[in-house]
């Protein structure tokens, strides 16, 4: 789930590859509402094994009212931290030889 501040304009998504598509959003490459609205913060994320289920799980989470996405983000994220750097570093920190890998270093999972 992307934030464009605290509280603020909130979008949904699904893709195989987070990482890459979070640095497409911040870097305005993807038209649309994202862009329009400055929306480029990861402010929250699930992990799937299952496309079907990842789109699922996206799907039902567009369907929810604004608050109940609220309150998903503040229990996970109550400071509306942009979570992509953390990222960023755990995949910078699993390509050092003999680190251990992240549950996801190259981001190839339904998030949204």
Same mark, same amino acid.
């Given at each position: ?11 949904? =998504? ?8 979070? /640095? ?19 402010? /929250? ?34 400071? /509306?931290?942009?979570?992509?750097? =953390? ?22 999972? =339904?998030?949204?």
């Amino acid at each position: 789930m992307l934030a464009s501040q605290r509280n603020g304009a909130l979008y949904v =998504g699904v893709t195989n590859n987070l990482m890459r598509r979070i /640095w497409e959003h911040k870097n305005h490459l993807v038209e649309g509402f994202t862009k329009k609205y400055g929306v480029h913060w990861l402010v /929250w994320y699930e992990a799937y094994d299952d496309v079907s289920a990842a789109i699922a799980r996206e799907k039902r989470l567009k369907r929810w009212n604004r608050s109940w996405n609220l309150r998903l983000i503040e229990e996970k994220n109550s400071g /509306w931290n942009d979570l992509y750097d =953390g990222l960023m570093q755990e995949v910078e920190r699993a390509s050092r030889p003999g680190s251990p890998s992240p549950r996801d270093p190259d981001g190839s999972l =339904g998030r949204g």
